[in-house]
């Protein structure tokens, strides 16, 4: 005598709401994604130092323009620690993220030239946070803050030697 294994009927109703999960998780992705790629391109006007605006800034106002990557504004704690060690540190100052988002081997070697060297320093880039490394010890100038932690290790400020 053959016995035919029947699906139990908790079966459907696993496979009925794993199937409705995924159907939620996908709608879901397409419902944000939007919400992510605008974020990733809107930043406020202010929050922004343009290399014309740096070159207008009164004689013996400090000009740092932080090096951004996609999704960052003036909200993140890269900025928000910056303009805190500014504010300590008595100096009038115009801080301001990068106009666009540079690649990070275009943006070093922005930093390594002089700020006033507008033809190899477009964006007047003063201020960069990456990974540690001789390389960089040995063109740029660390600050020694750890900034943030990531798979690679903790990241630092590095800006022009002088």
Do not use: C
Not at 44 to 49: A, K, M, N, P
Not at 97 to 114: M, P, T
Request: aromatic share 4%; glycine share 8%; hydrophobic share 40%.
């Amino acid at each position: 005598m053959t016995q035919t294994n029947a699906p139990h009927p908790s079966d459907y109703w696993t496979l009925l709401t794993s199937g409705l999960t995924i159907v939620i998780a996908l709608v879901g992705a397409l419902l944000i994604l939007p919400r992510l790629s605008e974020r990733r391109l809107k930043i406020d006007d202010q929050s922004i130092l343009t290399a014309t605006e740096v070159r207008s800034l009164p004689a013996g106002t400090l000009a740092v323009v932080l090096d951004r990557s996609p999704g960052e504004d003036h909200n993140d704690f890269k900025y928000r620690l910056l303009e805190l060690m500014l504010k300590s540190s008595g100096r009038p100052f115009a801080l301001g993220l990068s106009e666009v988002v540079i690649a990070q081997d275009e943006a070093v070697a922005a930093l390594e030239q002089d700020v006033a060297s507008s033809s190899r320093n477009p964006f007047a880039l003063s201020v960069g946070v990456y990974g540690a490394g001789v390389d960089l010890n040995r063109r740029l100038r660390p600050v020694p803050i750890p900034v943030t932690g990531g798979i690679l290790g903790l990241r630092s400020g590095w800006t022009h030697r002088s």
